[in-house]
C-alpha cells in the first residue's frame, strides 16, 4: 500500500496513527497538491491527500474511509466500535471534530487571498463554527479519560488531530488553549503517544 500524503494535513495525520496504531505496514509519498496537475491526480480525481493506493491498485480517499478500512483490516487495536450506536457516538465525535478543522482550513484559505479579496463576513462565519464546535467538543469530553467510553478511540486521534492543526496554523488568530481547558489536558495527554508526537504538523 502507498499513502499519498501532506505533513501538514490533519487528515493525513489521522491516517497515519491509524496506520501505526493498527500495525500496518505502508509506504509514505509527500506530495504538493497545490499545482493543478499532481500526482494524486491519477489515482483521486479530486486531487486531495490523504488518498491511499491499496496492493491491487485500488484507490481509497478521504480519511474517514481510509481509516474504516483500515481499522476492518486489522484486528489489533479496534478504533472503531463493531456495536452500531457506539460505533456512531465515535463517528459523531469524528463528525465534529472533522468539522472544526474544516472550518478552520476555510480561514486559512481565505487569509492566502489578496486582501482587497478577502471577506470578514465569511471569516467571521467560520470563526464562530470554530468557537461553537469547541466549545461541544469541550463540553462533552468534561473530565473524562476518553472521548468515548472508557477506552482510546477513533475518536480521540481525530480530536488530537484537529487540536494539533489548529495548534500548527491558528486560524484567525485562534488561542483555543486559552478557552477549553479539558482539551487542552486532553491533547497533553494524546501527544504523550509515540505516534502523535512523531506525527505533529509541519510544512
Not at 471569516?123 to 468515548?148: F, N, P, S, Y
Request: net charge negative; with cysteine; aromatic share 8%.
Amino acid at each position: 500500500m502507498k499513502l499519498y500524503a501532506s505533513l501538514a494535513s490533519p487528515y493525513t495525520r489521522k491516517v497515519r496513527i491509524v496506520l501505526a496504531e493498527k500495525h500496518i505496514d505502508c509506504d509514505l509519498e509527500v506530495v504538493d497538491v497545490a499545482p493543478v496537475e499532481n500526482p494524486v491526480n491519477e489515482h483521486n480525481p479530486l486531487g486531495k491527500v490523504p488518498t491511499l493506493v491499496l496492493d491491487d491498485g485500488t484507490a481509497l480517499y478521504d480519511s474517514r474511509v481510509i481509516v474504516e478500512f483500515l481499522d476492518n483490516a486489522s484486528p489489533a487495536s479496534r478504533l472503531i466500535p463493531e456495536n452500531n450506536r457506539e460505533r456512531v457516538a465515535v463517528r459523531r465525535w469524528e463528525a465534529l471534530a472533522d468539522g472544526v478543522t474544516d472550518a478552520g482550513l476555510l480561514v486559512r484559505y481565505e487569509s492566502l487571498r489578496p486582501k482587497s479579496e478577502q471577506s470578514a463576513d465569511w471569516v467571521a462565519k467560520q470563526m464562530a463554527k470554530i468557537r461553537r464546535g469547541l466549545a461541544r467538543l469541550d463540553a462533552d469530553l468534561g473530565t473524562e479519560d476518553w472521548c468515548h467510553g472508557d477506552r482510546y478511540t477513533l475518536a480521540d486521534i481525530a480530536l488530537g488531530c484537529c487540536l494539533g492543526w489548529l495548534d500548527f496554523r491558528k486560524p484567525g488568530g485562534l488561542d483555543w488553549r486559552a478557552e477549553y481547558s479539558n482539551l487542552v489536558r486532553h491533547y497533553g495527554r494524546l501527544m504523550e503517544h509515540p505516534e502523535f508526537a512523531a506525527t505533529a504538523p509541519r510544512v
